[in-house]
């Protein structure tokens, strides 16, 4: 498929990613262990096989389109949050567990990493695993480590948790702990399918996502600045 211009093709890149989620997203509402965001992202691969559409060039033209709206969606999480009740929620544990989660979602797959005698630029990107996109961006560019490579691992990863999530949480009732869980492990990706669970869910996954950003963005420089020392 080509188009006649930037905009024309801009226009339908932005039409067909959307379709794909909106049908990705009544699908995940009549069977609910499909995950909401794989299913959007083998739409969009089987919309532009049927369309004979190269994915380089589609790329090319949604990705600027869907990078500047990554920043405000990752502002308008606070929306739910302004939501949340917070009356009667144990604040300094679910402080602490974020705490926990942030050193451990970087130090674990850096260490891991390090054991696989992966380079050292790689070793850094690991740091960004369990952050959302933009945070990992900027948190990859502060301390010297390869973008492409930590936006590659934020997705991965982010991709995996919310496809493991449904299956993981077989027995798990607290939608709290689900949405909690699913924040901080998944980021992005995990908080949209909180959201397919409850409006409980989504907004804890919401709480843990954001704290957790910010949490990671302040001590992770620091701490490779101080090791690189």
């Given at each position: 498929m080509t188009f006649?211009s ?11 990613t ?10 995940a509402?009549?069977?609910s262990?499909?995950?909401m965001?794989i ?12 369309l004979?559409w ?5 790329y090319?033209v ?5 990078d500047?709206?990554?920043g ?6 606070a929306?739910p949050?302004a939501a ?9 544990k ?9 050193v451990v979602g ?7 990493a390090y054991l696989?005698?992966l380079?050292?630029e ?10 959302t ?8 560019d ?8 930590a936006?590659?691992i934020i997705i ?5 948790g919310?496809?493991l999530?449904?299956f993981?949480?077989?027995?798990v009732?607290?939608?709290?702990a ?12 995990g908080t ?26 302040i001590?992770v420089?620091?701490f490779?600045?101080?090791v690189?020392?």
């Amino acid at each position: 498929m080509t188009f006649d211009s930037v905009l024309t093709a801009t226009l339908a890149a932005i039409l067909l990613t959307l379709v794909a989620h909106v049908i990705a997203r009544i699908l995940a509402r009549k069977l609910s262990w499909l995950p909401m965001v794989i299913t959007a992202l083998a739409l969009v691969l089987l919309f532009l096989f049927v369309l004979q559409w190269d994915y380089n060039h589609y790329y090319s033209v949604a990705k600027p389109v869907f990078d500047h709206l990554l920043g405000y969606v990752t502002v308008l999480l606070a929306v739910p949050l302004a939501a949340m009740n917070f009356k009667g929620l144990p604040v300094k544990k679910l402080t602490l567990i974020v705490m926990i989660a942030s050193v451990v979602g970087a130090l674990l797959p850096m260490s891991l990493a390090y054991l696989l005698s992966l380079s050292h630029e790689t070793i850094l990107a690991f740091a960004t695993r369990s952050v959302t996109t933009p945070i990992g961006l900027s948190v990859a560019d502060l301390i010297k480590a390869p973008l492409a490579m930590a936006n590659l691992i934020i997705i991965v990863s982010g991709i995996v948790g919310g496809t493991l999530a449904r299956f993981l949480f077989r027995r798990v009732d607290d939608d709290r702990a689900k949405g909690l869980a699913l924040g901080l492990a998944a980021h992005a990706f995990g908080t949209v399918e909180a959201w397919q669970i409850s409006h409980t869910a989504g907004r804890y996954a919401a709480f843990g996502l954001a704290v957790n950003g910010l949490v990671t963005a302040i001590w992770v420089p620091i701490f490779i600045s101080a090791v690189a020392l």
